[in-house]
């Protein structure tokens, strides 16, 4: 499987982006899809997760991503959308795509994630 995550760029805080991760090499309807972010000195955060078709298709959040993210999935284009919106200072981060096919108690831990996209780098002006 590789993954690509692009969309992410320089935005004013209170502004919106929708990020965007393609997929190919397998059928991508079997993996659980999520985003996840970094920044430099610390791990990689957990952010949002869809379920593979298979586990029911669910959105999962991090607490700290409730109410302005939202995770979709395509799989007529095999891409996976992460829409931000009202952009904080304190999401400026790699953002980053991954695809795990493991139990639905991991959907939260980047160390089951087997594959990763290379990160679209999203910065937030004050």
């Known amino acids: 499987v590789q993954l690509q995550a692009y969309g992410g760029g320089l935005v004013q805080a209170g502004g919106s982006l929708r990020l965007s991760c393609t997929a190919s090499?397998?059928?991508?309807?079997?993996?659980?899809m999520g985003w996840f972010r970094q920044t430099p000195g610390k791990e990689r955060e957990f952010i949002a997760a869809?379920?593979?078709?298979?586990?029911?298709?669910?959105?999962y959040y991090a607490d700290s991503a409730k109410g302005r993210f939202t995770i979709s999935r395509d799989h007529a284009k095999a891409a996976t959308y992460l829409q931000i919106n009202s952009l904080k200072p304190e999401d400026a981060a790699i953002y980053y795509c991954?695809?795990?096919?493991?139990?639905?108690?991991?959907?939260?831990?980047?160390?089951?994630?087997?594959?990763w996209g290379r990160g679209t780098l999203v910065t937030v002006s004050s």
């Open positions: 991954g695809a795990s096919r493991v139990a639905l108690s991991g959907i939260d831990q980047a160390n089951h994630y087997l594959y």
């Open positions: 090499g397998d059928n991508l309807r079997n993996y659980h």
């Open positions: 869809r379920s593979r078709s298979g586990s029911g298709g669910n959105a």
